[in-house]
């Protein structure tokens, strides 16, 4: 397929409606590329003193070669996959056809200083703000970003929180579910408080932590890296128990949560579970409503991965058991090999919850318009 | 281009390009259907598949070109590849296919439409 060379960075003035919201693409830095935006003394301390090497730690097929990416997403400057804005919106928004792609920067650094977290996120806010929400990086006004912030630094996070509200291209706050306590605990409250306030909404990415970060499950760490990668939907379900019985929600009424690339179909049952446990304890809980409803007024879920038996249509029912169309919103996972394309995507779908899934839940979650930008050559996802 | 008489391209035949554009271990993609066909060089032997990944629509031929994995007990790691070259594994969820063949072990019955090619008077052709 010919893509014309697009040379002049002004957003066309025809529009078109949204049709799909993308909740998860991934920006990279070029390497050195987050340098000028490191505070110090971290800078010198973390970044320039220690060379950091590769830890193995995922084994995705022809790891060597793809590193866990799309093999055809590698820039040919020899960045890595991500860390080029226009091949990035040739893929994931003119070819994919994704009309708004959410920015999730994977940020933290292999440090346990509180302080150090937090100028990591500092670093990653400014970067993504000069390379992809520029009005260069972002000329086609296609990507929305997010504030990186060190759930370890509650206060920090709140004044980080603070500086990039209104920024017109910010869609939401980027935390982390590993570290302890869970996020029930107080501690926490300045976040939620600057999200409400705000009206951000407060997304987690899956992450899997280090040292005594990682999520261990209660019986001790899994023998394979691929059984200890669905601890991951584990985290984020004892992390929603904590949201949801430790009254989170009931502190701050208007908090909404994302929880990116966790899957999804464990929420169904762990509905079940806390609503069983809320109806034999009553008001012991303290909770003004069922834990089920917290769940679907407060937090969302992104399609990617998409885990789904044989028979597609035990997938289809246990989404419409689940309100699918409240609490699903469809992301992709650009560039990396777990990529869901919009059009495979949406045909797992029920028909009932697509116009929900693919673009009405983002719009209504990140504030989006209900328009943006036509583009020439942009894939159209027909649903 | 001399072709011989008796043996034009016919029917659905298409001379694709002379045998030096695609060198041993190499592949070129041709514009014909949909996706377009890519044409492997594997050993000498020239196979064609469609540009297109059943799984979820992906530039197959994008992809790189690999052997198989296999078990083996007496390797570290107890695994070993072979057949080097003859699997065309796609960029994105890297599902395997045989070149020969188009058929892929992660779900034998979605296998991949391949083209009968050949060779004449030094020019692929391909039926497609």
Redesign the interface.
């Known amino acids: 397929m010919a893509i014309t060379e697009i040379h002049e960075r002004t957003a066309p003035p025809a529009l078109k409606p949204i049709r799909v919201v993308d909740s998860d693409v991934h920006p990279v830095p070029r390497r050195g590329a987050t340098l000028e935006y490191f505070p110090e003394p971290f800078r010198s301390k973390y970044l320039l003193s220690h060379p950091i090497g590769e830890t193995i730690t995922y084994d995705?097929?022809?790891y060597f070669?793809?590193q866990a990416m799309?093999?055809?997403?590698f820039p040919t400057d020899g960045e890595f996959p991500g860390s080029d804005p226009d091949l990035a919106f040739r893929q994931a928004i003119l070819e994919a056809g994704c009309d708004i792609g959410i920015l999730e920067p994977l940020a933290g650094g292999w440090y346990n200083d509180p302080d150090a977290l937090h100028a990591a996120a500092i670093a990653m806010n400014r970067w993504q703000d000069a390379v992809w929400l520029s009005s260069e990086g972002n000329w086609h006004q296609r990507w929305r970003g997010s504030v990186s912030v060190s759930i370890e630094a509650p206060e920090a996070a709140a004044r980080e929180i603070e500086h990039w509200a209104g920024h017109p291209y910010i869609a939401q706050i980027l935390i982390k579910a590993e570290p302890r306590p869970s996020w029930g605990d107080p501690k926490y409250n300045p976040i939620w408080e600057a999200a409400v306030r705000h009206d951000l909404p407060v997304t987690c990415h899956l992450g899997r932590g280090q040292y005594d970060n990682l999520p261990i499950p209660p019986v001790g760490l899994p023998s394979y890296n691929h059984d200890f990668m669905v601890t991951y939907s584990l985290l984020a379900a004892n992390q929603v128990m904590s949201l949801v019985f430790d009254g989170v929600f009931d502190r701050f009424p208007a908090l909404r949560i994302v929880l990116v690339e966790h899957a999804f179909t464990w929420i169904l049952p762990l509905m079940w579970r806390m609503d069983a446990i809320y109806s034999a304890r009553g008001s012991e809980t303290g909770l003004r409503r069922k834990p089920s409803e917290y769940v679907k007024d407060h937090i969302r879920f992104t399609t990617q991965p998409l885990d789904y038996p044989e028979d597609r249509l035990e997938l289809a029912r246990a989404i419409e058991w689940m309100e699918g169309g409240k609490i699903l919103l469809y992301s992709s996972d650009y560039p990396h090999?777990?990529?869901?394309?919009p059009?495979?995507l949406v045909k797992h779908l029920p028909e009932s919850v697509r116009d929900n899934v693919m673009y009405r839940n983002g719009i209504e979650t990140y504030h989006l318009p209900e328009t943006v930008p036509a583009l020439e050559g942009q894939t159209q996802v027909v649903f | 281009m001399s072709i011989v008489r008796d043996a034009r391209p016919a029917g659905r035949e298409q001379v694709v390009c002379h045998v030096d554009e695609i060198p041993v271990g190499s592949h070129k993609v041709v514009p014909i259907g949909r996706h377009g066909v890519g044409i492997y060089n594997v050993a000498g032997t020239f196979y064609a598949i469609a540009n297109y990944c059943p799984?979820?629509?992906?530039?197959l031929c994008?992809?790189?070109v690999?052997g198989k994995t296999v078990v083996d007990s007496e390797r570290p790691g107890d695994s070993a590849t072979v057949r080097e070259g003859e699997f065309i594994?796609c960029?994105?969820?890297?599902w395997g296919f045989e070149l020969a063949t188009g058929t892929t072990t992660v779900k034998p019955e979605w296998s991949i439409r391949t083209y009968p090619v050949r060779v004449m008077d030094q020019h692929v052709v391909i039926t497609a």
């Not at chain 1, 090999?337 to 394309?341: G, K, N």
């Open positions: 995705a097929p022809d070669y793809a799309r093999v055809d997403s090999w777990t990529f869901d394309d059009r495979w | 799984h979820e629509g992906g530039p994008s992809g790189r690999r594994h960029p994105w969820h890297q």
